[in-house]
């Protein structure tokens, strides 16, 4: 059975933490091994951080797992101008995962361990 959970934070930098420790807590069960689950934490802090400073008001995360894939969905930042770092690429390269942009949303997905079909 497929799960969903959601936070919304205000976006500042102090929250930060708190969607930190909701992705490691639903990753671990769905159980991610610690590696990984710092290694979305990173990721997921990186396009945060990014979407923040692009000056939402608030940020959501949705998580889904079900199905042997766990998909964090986040809002898109702006997009950086040619002297800005891309937060995607960044994203891309600490997570071992998909990174992809669908409308106003970043989407990170891997397998699962934990979820059903998973190993």
Do not use: N, Q, W
């Not at 979305?40 to 889904?64: F, H, N, Q, R, Y």
């Not at 986040?74 to 770092?85: C, F, H, Q, R």
């Amino acid at each position: 059975m497929a799960a969903s959970y959601t936070i919304t934070v205000p976006g500042t930098a102090e929250y930060l933490i708190t969607l930190r420790l909701f992705v490691g807590a639903v990753a671990r069960s769905a159980g991610l091994d610690e590696a990984l689950v710092g290694d979305l934490k990173l990721a997921v802090s990186e396009i945060a951080t990014a979407a923040m400073v692009s000056g939402l008001p608030a940020v959501d995360l949705i998580i889904e797992d079900g199905e042997g894939i766990i998909s964090i969905h986040l809002p898109m930042p702006v997009s950086p101008s040619d002297d800005d770092i891309d937060h995607l690429d960044v994203a891309r390269a600490l997570f071992d995962g998909s990174v992809e942009s669908r409308d106003d949303r970043v989407v990170l997905t891997m397998a699962s361990p934990g979820g059903e079909g998973g190993g």
